[in-house]
């Protein structure tokens, strides 16, 4: 009898731990597909931008995206790799919907389209990022999100500046 108290006490004082181990795998799982997501995003986005926007500016910026976005891309899935979670490899139907939205803005007004959703989507990371390294469970991802957020905050910045023009 005794020894089942003892097995059942022990039982009982680890579910707490595999609760919480179960609440920082969920939290870095929601991390890194919208992260992903984001990236992914901001990528085809630029690629739209690069093929058949007019105004220089925004077309470099694309070109810095594709570039930028490009080696983040990697580094969160080796982090995510590391810390044991899998990271969506294809936009959810809400990113195909933006991106199609912005591949059939007219050619007067995709400049601006481009620029606008960039705003959007550089304050929606910049957010995420920053919560994530401060309250992300330690790893590889919360790392990596550390690294990648002054990217993000010197691309908003800039394209803050564009739009303000």
Not at 70 to 93: C, H, M, N, R, W
Not at 101 to 107: I, K
């Amino acid at each position: 009898m005794k020894t089942l108290l003892a097995h059942a006490l022990l039982l009982l004082a680890t579910f707490p731990v595999l609760a919480a181990d179960d609440a920082a795998k969920k939290h870095a799982t929601d991390f890194a597909t919208k992260a992903a997501m984001s990236n992914m995003f901001e990528i085809e986005a630029a690629k739209v931008e690069v093929a058949k926007g007019k105004a220089n500016d925004a077309k470099r910026f694309a070109e810095d995206m594709l570039k930028d976005h490009g080696k983040a891309g990697p580094f969160l899935v080796d982090a995510a790799k590391q810390d044991g979670i899998e990271i969506p490899t294809s936009l959810d139907a809400e990113y195909r919907q933006k991106l199609a939205a912005l591949q059939q803005s007219d050619t007067a007004n995709l400049d601006q389209a481009y620029l606008s959703t960039q705003v959007t989507a550089h304050q929606d990371a910049v957010e995420l990022f920053t919560n994530y390294s401060k309250e992300g469970p330690d790893g590889h991802l919360k790392n990596t999100a550390a690294k990648i957020l002054p990217d993000l905050r010197m691309h908003l910045t800039r394209v803050e500046g564009l739009t303000s023009k």
